[in-house]
T-cell receptor, first 109, second 112 residues
Framework: DAKTTQPNSMESNEEEPVHLPCNHS???????IHWYRQLPSQGPEYVIH???SNVNNRMASLAIAEDRKSSTLILHRATLRDAAVYYC??????????FGGGTRLMVKP | KAGVTQTPRYLIKTRGQQVTLSCSPI?????VSWYQQTPGQGLQFLFE???????NKGNFPGRFSGRQFSNSRSEMNVSTLELGDSALYLC???????????FGPGTRLTVL
């Protein structure tokens, strides 16, 4: 399975943008890039996904490199409620998600 | 719309016993996936069911099994429990091809 590499942790100040990087150099042409986050004591929550083009939704933006070997999740204004573990995942056929270690985002007031 | 529900939320068993966990997906969702989360291994995919058929399977021993019913509800069973099976078991449901999976709150299993 194609794997992703993320920093173990990142810090951000409240109300500032956050850029969470992800490397996936072995991505195949049909793999979708998914981002989920997990708040303490909760199940993972879908954030965003994309294939080739940049994507925006109400929660975040996803910027995908032209060669698709890396991507960046952008939270435009971090809030304390955004403190969570963020997972960058490659999804192939079906709905099987292969989670890595994720990035623990800490948001300072 | 009700979210994914899992029962029970907490469970304590002893080694050698078996356990059955239940998951009710969001209404209309036909795909149900199961994951195991432990501090050491993180989140690992167990299996996925779609329209009562297992579609994908992760790298877990045969003691872990599952099934899906015609109403899309799913159960997973673990036989001959081991201490290492202590984990949070998460269920996720999705529409076919939507890409977005909705996770339940999980069942916390403790094996003594």
């Amino acid at each position: 399975d194609a794997k992703t590499t993320q920093p173990n942790s990142m810090e951000s100040n409240e109300e500032e943008p956050v850029h969470l990087p992800c490397n996936h150099s072995t991505i195949s042409g049909t793999d979708y890039i998914h981002w989920y986050r997990q708040l303490p004591s909760q199940g993972p929550e879908y954030v965003i996904h994309g294939l080739t083009s940049n994507v925006n939704n109400r929660m975040a933006s996803l910027a995908i490199a032209e060669d698709r070997k890396s991507s960046t999740l952008i939270l435009h204004r971090a809030t304390l409620r955004d403190a969570a573990v963020y997972y960058c995942i490659l999804r192939g056929a079906g709905n099987m998600l292969t989670f890595g270690g994720g990035t623990r985002l800490m948001v300072k007031p | 719309k009700a979210g994914v529900t899992q029962t029970p939320r907490y469970l304590i068993k002893t080694r050698g016993q078996q356990v059955t966990l239940s998951c009710s997906p969001i209404s209309g969702h036909r795909s149900v996936s199961w994951y195991q989360q432990t501090p050491g291994q993180g989140l690992q995919f167990l299996f996925e069911y779609f329209s009562e058929t297992q579609r994908n399977k992760g790298n877990f021993p045969g003691r872990f099994s599952g099934r899906q019913f015609s109403n899309s509800r799913s159960e997973m069973n673990v036989s001959t429990l081991e201490l290492g099976d202590s984990a949070l078991y998460l269920c996720a449901s999705s529409l076919q091809g939507s890409g977005e999976q909705f996770f339940g709150p999980g069942t916390r299993l403790t094996v003594l």
